[in-house]
């Protein structure tokens, strides 16, 4: 008997394959799982098949697996051909869908054994089959033998001594299940008296196909919840076929989730990003492709032309998916909004087509209550927004009386989403400036009667930055109202840090500080409405109209939600004291 060397160096190939292109040394079961699939494929597309396909897998505990398949077979000179030249394969025929290259797939299998038998017969020449015995050293024979079957390949693996516990049933069948639970034909596994079905098709639990399709779901993904809903995923190219359901938990956009994602019927990866858009992170998904390529690990696919177009169209079914139910079903998306709906923020605000279908059912708190973004796309005036919460629960009851729109987006993506309003032109929107406040809060018609209170509170405030201004506000109960512009607020920090810091950093923050604009400030707004600001206006004591002045200012900050310094409480404290004295 004849010995041969295989044309490869078989050691440097199997460090490839076990330390950098396979995840897991179960992998070997998915290349024979896919090699038998071939092999029948094959008979199938020249239609030459005269039984029923089928894979077995034979489990002897901790010892031995056996696959067998009825597949085309092989002849002798195919097995010097395409098994001993490693990486050559004889899956070239462009229609038919082999999967990958026999060779390497075979050879996957030195990773839990030191040696493989493989018996074959050829359908193209069955009156002669063939052994061919494979050793981890490089050496392999081949020899003729007996081999019951009228055609297909068996192939026989014995545990090496690290991987005993692979080489068990229940290992086996959630292996095979897992690997290749949409393959088209029957796989069994048996461990020589139990035989199950690895991979049963779905029957029929109900007479409702969606509830049909949702139990399939569970299955697919073993959980114990069920799925919110699920979207068709069907090529209009054939590019793929399958199925994304909807989660019913709130998840992150940044999570990371496990799908199902077949090349060929045999499992490929759980890891979506390269076929998924980035927003579907609401999903699970369970399909298969044809078409596509895998990569050189065959643990994802490979990267061209033809699969960023199965992303864009697997996008468009689940983006056209969500249109519809906004038409046909809009308490179900308005279900989905709810659960996922700050994770959806971030896809609505830079997807103009997403952002038409969310937007209507994202809430939004405004000085009319909670309102939806239905209502704000419908809006006919301006829509006035802060991104400061602060500023807004100061202002909410001053824009609401005077029946003027203002929302809170100090939330994520709730400034971009409201800021998209205008970009669509779908209604005007305008961020709440000082210069706003002074066209909005009315000048009372005796302004001039408050100049002089103004003016001493103003010179009162001056340390904190703060001037005093004079207007009508609704409701009278608003003594007054503190407003900061972004860089009078970033001035207060400063100020604050320089209390706290040593002498290096303060000269560093005083220059930082000089070069800040000279609008820099903060206003304080009196209300001529208000009974205490109408008795401040007929005071003439310089001193007592400054007191009030820095009381009225803490207090402002206070109800504005603004941070108060030590000195400032402090002032407050020593003003309240001089009122008490006056008192007495």
């Not at 927004?385 to 100061?394: G, K």
Request: proline share 3%; net charge negative.
């Amino acid at each position: 008997m004849e010995e041969y060397n295989f044309n490869v160096n078989l050691g440097g190939m199997l460090d490839l394959l076990s330390n950098h292109l396979y995840s897991t040394p179960k992998v070997f079961l998915r290349e024979l799982l896919q090699n038998s699939v071939d092999a029948i494929n094959l008979m199938r597309n020249e239609n030459t098949l005269t039984e029923e396909p089928r894979i077995d897998i034979i489990v002897k505990e901790n010892k031995s697996i056996t696959f067998k398949d009825n597949g085309c077979g092989m002849t002798g000179e195919e097995i010097h051909k395409y098994i001993s030249v490693i990486a050559q394969s004889s899956k070239k025929k462009a229609d038919i869908p082999f999967i990958g290259r026999f060779g390497i797939g075979l050879l996957s299998c030195f990773i839990v054994t030191s040696d493989i038998i493989l018996r074959t017969r050829s359908y193209k020449h069955p009156e002669k089959s063939y052994e061919w015995h494979g050793f981890v050293n490089g050496k392999y024979t081949v020899t003729e033998t007996e081999f019951n079957e009228e055609h297909g390949t068996e192939i026989i693996l014995n545990a090496d001594s690290t991987h005993t516990d692979i080489f068990n049933f229940s290992e086996i069948l959630n292996a095979i299940r897992y690997y290749g639970l949409p393959v088209p034909y029957p796989v069994y596994v048996s461990d020589g008296t139990f035989t199950v079905r690895a991979n049963p098709l779905f029957n029929k639990t109900s007479a409702n196909d969606r509830e049909n399709v949702l139990t399939m779901g569970r299955h697919i993904f073993g959980t114990d919840f069920d799925f919110i809903d699920y979207i068709p995923l069907e090529s209009e190219s054939g590019l793929f076929s399958g199925v994304a359901y909807i989660l019913p938990f709130t998840v992150s956009a940044a999570s990371v989730r496990s799908h199902r994602i077949y090349l060929k019927n045999i499992l490929l990866t759980e890891d979506g990003s390269a076929i998924l858009p980035e927003w579907a992170f609401f999903v699970k998904c369970f399909f298969n492709t044809d078409k596509l390529s895998a990569n050189a690990s065959r643990e994802n696919f490979y990267k061209n032309e033809l699969l960023q177009k199965a992303r864009d169209e697997i996008s468009h079914c689940i983006s056209s998916y969500l249109e519809r139910t906004s038409i046909q079903n809009p308490v179900l998306l308005a279900r989905i909004v709810s659960l996922h709906g700050n994770a959806l923020k971030s896809v609505a605000a830079e997807n103009e087509k997403l952002y038409k279908i969310f937007m209507p059912y994202f809430n939004f708190e405004s000085s009319f209550g909670i309102r939806n973004g239905k209502m704000l796309m419908h809006y006919d005036y301006t829509v006035f927004y802060t991104s400061d919460a602060d500023a807004f629960r100061q202002l909410k009851p001053v824009f609401s009386e005077k029946d003027e729109l203002l929302v809170n987006v100090s939330h994520t993506y709730d400034k971009e989403l409201i800021c998209m309003l205008e970009k669509l032109n779908i209604a005007h929107t305008e961020p709440v400036s000082e210069t706003l406040l002074d066209t909005i809060l009315e000048e009372p018609v005796d302004a001039e009667d408050y100049d002089y209170l103004c003016a001493i509170a103003s010179i009162a405030l001056e340390e904190y930055d703060c001037s005093v201004r004079i207007k009508s506000i609704s409701p009278a109960q608003l003594s007054a109202l503190y407003t900061v512009n972004s860089e009078g607020e970033l001035k207060r920090d400063i100020e604050k840090a320089k209390k706290v810091s040593d002498s290096m950093f303060t000269e560093m923050l005083d220059n930082f500080e000089n070069e800040l604009i000279e609008d820099s400030s903060s206003v304080l707004y009196l209300n001529s409405e208000n009974p205490l600001i109408m008795q401040l206006m007929n005071i003439e004591d310089t001193e007592k109209i400054s007191v009030c002045a820095c009381i009225l200012y803490i207090q402002a900050l206070i109800a504005g939600g603004f941070p108060v310094s030590a000195g400032e409480l402090s002032m407050m404290n020593e003003n309240l004291i001089k009122l008490m004295e006056w008192g007495i």
